[in-house]
């Protein structure tokens, strides 16, 4: 088994930063990829930006340029940084794993606010 737990979320001004980690433990060679996926109130959830295995990288163009997703396999850990936040950023940010043996595993999610 995958378990993910997520941190970093909280209160930021527009245009400020936040760091989102998605840390995994268990069974993660089975990991392929790993997403970040967030959900305003009242619509969809939507996926943000992901990584896989390989290393390539994809993005939702509302926050290209603006947020990075990066891994550190040392410390079994996927970060989504988040810069020039806008209000419209605000939303639960969730991680998500896919991978062998159809695992699809979701966080806990973390709150974020962009306002002022």
């Known amino acids: 088994q995958v378990q993910l737990v997520e941190s970093g979320g909280g209160l930021v001004q527009p245009g400020g930063s936040l760091r989102l980690s998605c840390a995994a433990s268990g069974s993660i060679a089975s990991i392929l990829s790993v997403g970040w996926y967030r959900q305003a109130p009242g619509k969809e959830r939507e996926l943000v930006a992901a990584i896989n295995v390989g290393g390539s990288t994809n993005y939702a163009d509302s926050v290209k340029g603006r947020f990075t997703i990066s891994r550190d396999n040392a410390k079994n850990t996927v970060y989504l940084q988040m810069n020039s936040l806008k209000p419209e950023d605000t939303a639960v940010y969730y991680c998500?794993?896919?991978?062998?043996?159809?695992?699809?595993?979701w966080g806990q999610g973390t709150q974020v606010i962009v306002s002022s």
């Open positions: 998500n794993a896919k991978g062998w043996g159809k695992l699809d595993l």
